[in-house]
């Protein structure tokens, strides 16, 4: 139908916010914004770790601005991403290869020095703090994800053609799967272009669920980390939300 086709968003308006209830941090990006951080982790990952399409990457990152940068920068070069919410040891992990190193993998240090988690190791190995000052050290083996970022540019690199049959996660569902299956579950949350979805980042991790289906609907986000559920209401008058997820 017209009415959910998306349309762009307007460029001096927040494509992605996020705020966190008990720290009091927000972030507001714009579509261009993001795709400047989106277009710098691209370039971390070609021309920094030398990946190719195909190769593969592991993002086992809450919902987060930086979460969508390194998700939409690893896409944008045609890498395999794997963005399991979490991997706790002892669970069985349905991927080819799961035994094998990733090419590249970003963790959060809370995750890192969680005993119950089980991190896959991989060549080139990022931190990435989602906490202000969380991110005190980086231990020997690991890289600083927001420090190696800044130092490609904000212009994504040369692109290389890709195909709708392209692997997009390594469990070989494609670029044009995983597009269908945002699509189909925008419709289910009745998401239209211009609708603003509010999030719980705790009770919604899946990146289909907060980046995939409503940027495939034209929708902007608003992720709310931490929510005092008390202030719910106040959050969606002041974000003007349609939708809360």
């Known amino acids: ?50 990946l190719r399409p195909g190769d593969r990457v592991a993002v086992l990152l809450p919902p987060h601005w930086r979460t969508a940068a390194v998700l939409i920068g690893a896409w944008s070069v045609g890498l395999s991403v794997s963005f399991r919410p979490r991997a706790l040891a002892g669970l069985p992990v349905l991927e080819p290869g799961a035994d094998l190193p990733y090419d590249a993998v970003f963790v959060t240090p809370e995750r890192l020095d969680d005993w119950l988690e089980d991190v896959p190791d991989g060549t080139h190995r990022y931190l990435v703090g989602t906490d202000p000052g969380a991110l005190s050290s980086v231990p020997p083996g690991w890289l600083d994800w927001s420090t190696e970022v800044l130092r490609h540019p904000e212009i994504a690199p040369d692109l290389g053609v890709l195909r709708p049959t392209d692997p997009a996660s390594p469990d070989g569902t494609s670029y044009g799967e995983w597009g269908a299956v945002a699509r189909e ?12 979805l509010l999030v719980d980042t705790a009770e919604h991790e899946q990146p289909l669920k907060w980046l995939l289906a409503p940027l495939a609907a034209g929708a902007t986000v608003v992720l709310c980390a931490n929510l005092d559920r008390s202030r719910l209401d106040a959050h969606v008058t002041a974000e003007q939300a349609t939708r809360v997820l």
Do not use: I, K
């Open 1 to 50: 139908m017209a009415d959910h086709a998306p349309v762009a968003v307007a460029t001096d308006e927040p494509l992605l916010s996020y705020l966190d209830d008990a720290t009091g941090e927000r972030t507001d990006l714009t579509a261009q914004q993001l795709g400047a951080w989106a277009a710098r982790s691209a370039g971390l990952l070609r021309d920094g770790c030398g």
């Open 185 to 196: 579950y925008a419709t289910q949350l009745d998401l239209r272009a211009g609708d603003r």
